[in-house]
C-alpha cells in the first residue's frame, strides 16, 4: 500500500503514527516531515504514478473552500492516471450545515460518487493542532495549570481518538461502497464542560467558564451512518491520557 495525502497534514501524521511500516507521501504547499511533493492540488504537477491509495484532504481555511471542487477533480484525474482507490475527506458539516465550508464540501461529494467518502467529525490526538476544544484545553492545562472555556461550555460534541480516524479511513478504502458517505467519529457525546472537567481529572488543572456564548450546538455523528458501527477503540479518558503522554516526551 503506497499512499498518497493531500493537504491534510493531521490525517497524514495520524497514520504514520497509527501504521509506521506504511509509505506515506504528502502533496501540500508547505513542507512535511518525510517525503513531500510541493504543489496545489488544483495544479499540482503529476509525480510517478505509483500510488495505490490516495486521501484529498483539503484543508480547513475559508480561502480554499470554494477551490475544492477544482481540487478534488486534479486529484481524481491522478488517481485515474495511478489505477489508485481516492478517498475525498468531507465533514459532518456537510450533512446539514448551512455556511459556505458545508456548501462547498455537499458540492465536492457529488462529484465524488464514484470514489470513497469519509465524512469526518471530531478528534483527539498529538498529531492535531490546540486550537481546537479539547485539544486547547490539554495545553492550557499542561501549560498554565488552568483551563479557560471562552463559551457557555453546553455544545456537544464526541472526540475520536486520532487512531481510530486512521483506521476507519483504511477501512473505508478497503472495505466500503462508492459513493457512500460514512461518518467518521466518536459515538460518545460530551458537552465542552464535561470535556474540560475530563481534562482536569487527568492533569489536576482548575476549570472556569468565562463566556455566555453558543457556537454549533450539536455536532454529533449519525450513529446509522457511521463507519461499521463507530464504536472507538479507546474512551476520552484513554485519548486525553495517551495525548498528555506524548506531548510530555
Same mark, same amino acid.
Request: proline share 6%.
Given at each position: 500500500?503506497? $499512499?498518497?495525502?493531500?493537504?491534510?497534514?493531521?490525517?497524514?501524521?495520524?497514520?504514520?503514527?497509527?501504521?509506521?511500516?506504511?509509505?506515506?507521501?504528502?502533496?501540500?504547499?508547505?513542507?512535511?516531515?518525510?517525503?513531500? #511533493?510541493?504543489?496545489?492540488?488544483?495544479?499540482?504537477?503529476?509525480?510517478?504514478?505509483?500510488?495505490? *491509495?490516495?486521501?484529498?484532504?483539503?484543508?480547513?481555511?475559508?480561502?480554499?473552500?470554494?477551490?475544492?471542487?477544482?481540487?478534488? @477533480?486534479?486529484?481524481?484525474? &491522478?488517481?485515474?492516471?495511478?489505477?489508485?482507490?481516492?478517498?475525498?475527506?468531507?465533514?459532518?458539516?456537510?450533512?446539514?450545515?448551512?455556511?459556505?465550508?458545508?456548501?462547498?464540501?455537499?458540492?465536492?461529494?457529488?462529484?465524488?460518487? =464514484?470514489?470513497?467518502?469519509?465524512?469526518?467529525?471530531?478528534?483527539?490526538?498529538?498529531?492535531?493542532?490546540?486550537?481546537?476544544?479539547?485539544?486547547? &484545553? #490539554?495545553? @492550557?492545562?499542561?501549560?498554565?495549570?488552568?483551563? %479557560?472555556?471562552?463559551?457557555?461550555?453546553?455544545?456537544?460534541?464526541?472526540?475520536?481518538? @486520532?487512531?481510530?480516524?486512521?483506521?476507519?479511513? $483504511?477501512?473505508?478504502? =478497503?472495505?466500503?461502497?462508492?459513493?457512500?458517505?460514512?461518518?467518521?467519529?466518536? &459515538?460518545?457525546? *460530551?458537552?465542552?464542560?464535561?470535556?474540560?472537567?475530563?481534562?482536569?481529572?487527568?492533569?489536576?488543572? %482548575?476549570?472556569?467558564?468565562?463566556?455566555?456564548?453558543?457556537?454549533?450546538?450539536?455536532?454529533?455523528? &449519525?450513529?446509522?451512518?457511521?463507519?461499521?458501527?463507530?464504536?472507538?477503540?479507546?474512551?476520552?479518558?484513554?485519548? #486525553?491520557?495517551?495525548? #498528555?503522554?506524548?506531548?510530555?516526551?
Amino acid at each position: 500500500m503506497k $499512499i498518497l495525502v493531500t493537504g491534510g497534514g493531521f490525517i497524514g501524521r495520524a497514520l504514520r503514527r497509527e501504521y509506521p511500516s506504511l509509505s506515506i507521501t504528502f502533496l501540500s504547499r508547505n513542507k512535511k516531515p518525510g517525503p513531500w #511533493i510541493k504543489g496545489e492540488v488544483t495544479a499540482f504537477k503529476f509525480p510517478e504514478p505509483d500510488f495505490t *491509495h490516495i486521501i484529498h484532504a483539503p484543508l480547513f481555511e475559508p480561502i480554499w473552500y470554494k477551490s475544492e471542487p477544482e481540487g478534488f @477533480q486534479r486529484v481524481k484525474e &491522478f488517481a485515474k492516471l495511478c489505477n489508485a482507490k481516492l478517498l475525498y475527506v468531507s465533514s459532518g458539516a456537510a450533512q446539514d450545515g448551512t455556511d459556505d465550508y458545508a456548501h462547498w464540501k455537499r458540492v465536492t461529494e457529488k462529484l465524488a460518487h =464514484e470514489d470513497y467518502i469519509a465524512r469526518l467529525y471530531a478528534f483527539i490526538g498529538p498529531d492535531l493542532q490546540p486550537r481546537y476544544a479539547i485539544m486547547d &484545553f #490539554i495545553h @492550557q492545562a499542561m501549560k498554565t495549570g488552568h483551563i %479557560t472555556i471562552k463559551g457557555d461550555g453546553q455544545n456537544t460534541r464526541s472526540w475520536m481518538w @486520532q487512531g481510530d480516524m486512521a483506521k476507519s479511513l $483504511i477501512g473505508i478504502m =478497503e472495505d466500503g461502497y462508492k459513493g457512500k458517505p460514512y461518518e467518521v467519529g466518536s &459515538f460518545e457525546p *460530551h458537552t465542552i464542560t464535561s470535556g474540560a472537567m475530563a481534562v482536569s481529572r487527568e492533569t489536576g488543572a %482548575t476549570v472556569s467558564i468565562e463566556g455566555n456564548t453558543q457556537g454549533t450546538m450539536s455536532y454529533l455523528p &449519525f450513529y446509522s451512518r457511521m463507519w461499521r458501527d463507530g464504536r472507538p477503540y479507546k474512551p476520552l479518558e484513554e485519548s #486525553i491520557r495517551l495525548t #498528555i503522554k506524548a506531548w510530555a516526551s
